[in-house]
């Protein structure tokens, strides 16, 4: 990858690993710390790179450096905490704030899987290479993933009714 | 494509990640449309697709772009070193011989030059008019530089 790649990458990929990597971290200033690191690794690596492929590299790279600080900080919402959700009494105008406070809670494999699928419309081998996980497991975060949000909105559909 | 119990919810879910053939969605989308339950079901499921955020941008992206021109540069003075050897090498290689004919055109060649091409033909017109006029110097009359430029104000 040549330097004038490079900063291609820069300026089409940066917003997107950002985007992603603040929807699991609640800190900017550690998402931005994450982006920064996830770029310096690619300008070390960028003559083993090539262009074609530095989009699921980049994220592959965002998303273990993400793991890591995820780690260093151990302050993430359980999975078993989704079962209180439906204890809550709010009110929600808006279904998509809804759907993103029910995606916040989800397990973080769950919520990057649905995050990558979504957000930046990869496909399941792209997940699973970017996530080391096969292509059936992707499918099947994803699905669960959904379901868990569906039951979330049902939930405060009977509360509201 | 039956939808049942035990398969709705996957047969919602390819359907909604696209993973379903033209005609096995539209076989499920009428067995949505008919029963109440999955119509629901498929309701919400449909809202478990997000959106991304546009408004979150990375603000430091400048900071992450690498300059250019710092090998342009180098790759230029490279190659312009080349050049100005190459050059230099040019120059002692073809100069002694340059100057050997400039030297022999100087000294030899202008006092017996004598034109031959079509410069001779062009130089007709004027001898006829010093034959005419006897001289061998022509004034332009009328020139405004005869007369020094005075101000109109």
């Known amino acids: 990858m040549t330097t004038q790649e490079y900063n291609i990458c820069v300026q089409t990929h940066t917003d997107g690993i950002y985007r992603f990597i603040l929807k699991n971290i609640k800190d900017e200033f550690e998402a931005e710390n994450i982006v920064q690191n996830t770029y310096e690794k690619l300008w070390i690596r960028k003559d083993k790179i090539e262009f074609k492929t530095a989009k699921p590299y980049l994220f592959k790279m965002a998303y273990h450096e993400m793991i890591d600080s995820i780690r260093k900080q151990k302050n993430r919402v359980s ?4 079962g209180e959700i439906a204890a809550e009494e709010e009110l929600y105008n808006n279904t998509m704030e809804v759907v993103k406070k029910a995606m916040n809670r989800l397990p973080e494999k769950y919520k990057n899987v649905l995050l990558l699928r979504d957000y930046e419309g990869y496909d399941y081998r792209s997940i699973g290479k970017i996530m080391d996980l096969s292509d059936s497991q992707v499918k099947i975060y994803i699905f ?18 | 494509m039956k939808l049942n119990a035990k398969n709705y919810e996957w047969i919602l879910f390819d359907l909604l990640e696209g993973n379903l053939s033209h005609q096995d ?11 109440e339950f999955l119509f629901k079901e498929w309701k919400f499921l449909k809202q478990t697709k997000i959106s991304a955020d546009d408004e979150v941008v990375y603000s430091h992206t400048s900071d992450l772009l690498k300059p250019l021109s710092k090998k342009r540069y180098f790759m230029d003075y490279g190659q312009s070193i080349a050049a100005s050897i190459l050059f230099i090498l040019l120059i002692s290689l073809m100069g002694p011989v340059k100057l050997g004919n400039n030297s022999f055109l100087l000294n030899s060649s202008i006092s017996n030059y004598s034109p031959k091409s079509t410069t001779e033909e062009a130089s007709i017109p004027l001898k006829k008019y010093q ?3 006897g001289s061998s110097t022509v004034y332009i009359s009328g020139s405004s530089l005869k007369k020094p430029w005075t101000s109109p104000f």
């Open chain 2, 25 to 35: 969605e539209l076989l499920v989308m009428e067995q949505i449309e008919e029963s």
């Open chain 1, 144 to 161: 669960r993933a959904r379901k868990t949000i569906k039951a979330y909105l049902q939930k405060l559909d009977v509360l509201v009714l």
């Open chain 1, 79 to 82: 999975f078993d905490d989704i």
């Open chain 2, 131 to 133: 034959q005419h006029h």
